[in-house]
């Protein structure tokens, strides 16, 4: 699975929008990138994935740049719950097994009141 | 629906003992795997089972072993405890296989293991 790069930590103003980066500058064109995030003591949550489309769902924006080499994850409207350390994988979706996912250090976004 | 199911939540153990974790996958997933988180750092892969066969195997040693059930439940065994084994242990359930999957892992909780 490719690399990935991000920021140890950001902080974000409650309401506002957050905007996490991550660069995979090695994905290969079958990877998808997924994003998880892991708040206190628990064990992580799905948020969103994508190929090479931007992709919405009631969580967050996933935004993917046309080579591939980064994507930014959204979160619209930030509030004190989203704050966790946030996770971007990259990883070949299969249909019958791999299903290691290849976690970084993550950042760690603190939402501000 | 039930989630992902982890017990225990919480174990001390010493050095040199073996410890059992166990893992209920939600209804209808066949895949589970294993992870192991260390203070400050990311969960590492160990193992990931699918339909009673091992799968994956991440960079652990052979104390480290692991078994899925006929009902898709899971156990993962550490024998000859370290220090260095206390950690979040993780397990988590997907729909790998099923023909609806989107290659999302549903995480547990953890069971927390402190190794005195």
């Known amino acids: 699975d490719a690399k990935t790069t991000q920021p140890p930590s950001m902080d974000c103003a409650e309401g506002r929008a957050a905007n996490l980066p991550c660069n995979h500058s090695t994905i290969s064109g079958n990877e998808y990138v997924y994003w998880y995030r892991q708040i206190h003591s628990q064990g992580p949550q799905y948020i969103i994935h994508?190929?090479?489309n931007n992709e919405t769902n009631e969580m967050a924006s996933l935004i993917i740049t046309e080579d591939r080499k980064s994507s930014t994850l959204i979160l619209p409207h930030a509030t004190l719950r989203d704050t966790a350390v946030y996770y971007c994988?990259?990883?070949?979706?299969?249909?019958?097994?791999?299903?290691?996912?290849?976690f970084g250090t993550g950042t760690r976004l603190t939402i501000i009141p | 629906d039930a989630g992902v199911t982890q017990s225990p939540t919480h174990l001390i153990k010493t050095r040199g003992q073996q410890v059992t974790l166990r893992c209920s996958p939600i209804s209808g997933h066949k895949s589970v795997s294993w992870y192991q988180q260390v203070l400050g750092q990311g969960p590492q892969f160990i193992f990931q089972?699918?339909?009673?066969?091992?799968?994956g195997r991440g960079n652990f040693p052979d104390r480290f072993s692991a078994r899925q059930f006929p009902n898709y439940s899971s156990e993962l065994n550490v024998n000859a405890l370290l220090l260095g084994d206390s950690a979040l242990y993780l397990c988590?359930?997907?729909?790998?296989?099923?023909?609806?999957?989107?290659?999302?892992?549903?995480f547990g909780e953890g069971s927390r293991l402190t190794v005195l």
């Open positions: 089972y699918y339909e009673k066969e091992e799968r």
């Open positions: 988590a359930s997907s729909l790998v296989g099923t023909g609806v999957n989107t290659g999302e892992l549903f």
């Open positions: 994988i990259v990883r070949v979706k299969t249909n019958f097994g791999n299903e290691k996912l290849t």
């Open positions: 994508g190929l090479k």
